[in-house]
């Protein structure tokens, strides 16, 4: 009889124990299963590299599970750079400076082509845009084998994008001697008689209305044409059919040349 009360008691008490305790809400997470965020970096620099995030740091600084900078020193950092010209001395503070959210067109930057080809691929994202502008472009070399000067990292929107400014594209002038022929010569001639040599990838930054006023009169407007001479003006003598004072561009970019020439206008050269 007592053992039959024990085990009734037993069972009562175990009851009792389940109906109050308190349940279970939740599991604990253990701190080291937590996910990490992942950078993209930079990984042309010796010593420095930039990630995603906008910051630069020491290669060896590095998380090693995010691949993330410490977070430490300026955001965005536009050390070493001009920031009208938008170009830098520095290939890591580039990036760091193309990713400031006040630097960069994000929308325009994430449609614009990675090749010339119309097959080619857009970026993936601001920073691959970032990373890959930065680097060496033809924009930044004089003669295909120099530096204009040593800020020859540039994020910039590329000069062909309707988004481009007639400031952006003279800053991008800066070691060009911008020098206006006589009429008929070329700009190969008119380069070599004042001890420098053409320069035939800057003549796309001179082909811009407001460029050509800044040297030109332009009397007769400035008109859209065809010719291996342009940028041009048209000479006040010539005939009424060329539009005598008018200033010539072209949207044939394929049509530049430097030993291109007309024997009724004056070109606009590009010398260094």
């Keep these: ?32 299963f937590q996910l990490k965020p992942h950078c993209k970096t930079t990984v042309q620099g010796r010593y ?7 910051y630069v740091c020491n290669a060896f600084s590095v998380d090693p599970r995010s691949r993330c900078c410490p977070g430490r020193g300026d ?19 580039c990036v760091s400076c193309c990713l400031h959210p006040q630097m960069i067109n994000k929308e325009l930057a994430s449609n614009i082509q990675i090749a010339k080809p119309v097959t080619a691929g857009i970026y993936g994202s601001i920073f691959d845009y970032c990373a890959g502008r930065c680097r060496h472009n033809s ?19 590329p000069t062909n994008s309707s988004e ?8 991008r002038l800066a070691g060009i001697n ?11 001639s008119v380069c070599k008689s004042n001890g420098k ?20 009169s332009c009397k007769g407007a400035c008109l859209s044409s065809v010719g291996a ?10 005939p009424t059919y060329l539009n005598p004072g008018a200033c010539l561009y072209t949207e044939r970019q394929s049509t530049f040349s430097c030993d291109g020439s007309h024997s009724h206008t004056r070109r606009l050269c590009p010398c260094a």
């Design 48 to 54: 420095y590299l930039a990630d995603d995030n906008g």
């Design 1 to 32: 009889m007592f053992a039959r009360y024990r085990s009734f008691t037993i069972i009562l008490l175990s009851l009792f124990i389940l109906q109050f305790s308190p349940s279970a809400t939740a599991i604990r997470k253990d701190v080291s």
């Design 139 to 157: 924009e930044s070399v004089v003669h295909e084998n120099a530096y204009m000067s040593e800020f020859h990292h540039c994020f910039s929107i």
């Design 229 to 238: 001479d342009q940028p041009a003006e048209v000479v006040d003598d010539a």
């Design 164 to 171: 481009s400014s007639s400031t952006q594209l003279e800053t």
């Design 178 to 188: 911008v020098i206006v022929g006589r009429q008929g010569e070329s700009c190969d």
């Design 75 to 93: 955001q965005f950092s536009c050390q070493g750079c001009n920031i009208v010209s938008q170009c830098c001395n520095s290939y890591e503070f």
């Design 197 to 216: 040599s053409c320069v035939p990838n800057k003549l796309s930054l001179l082909n811009n209305c407001q460029v050509i006023k800044k040297y030109m």
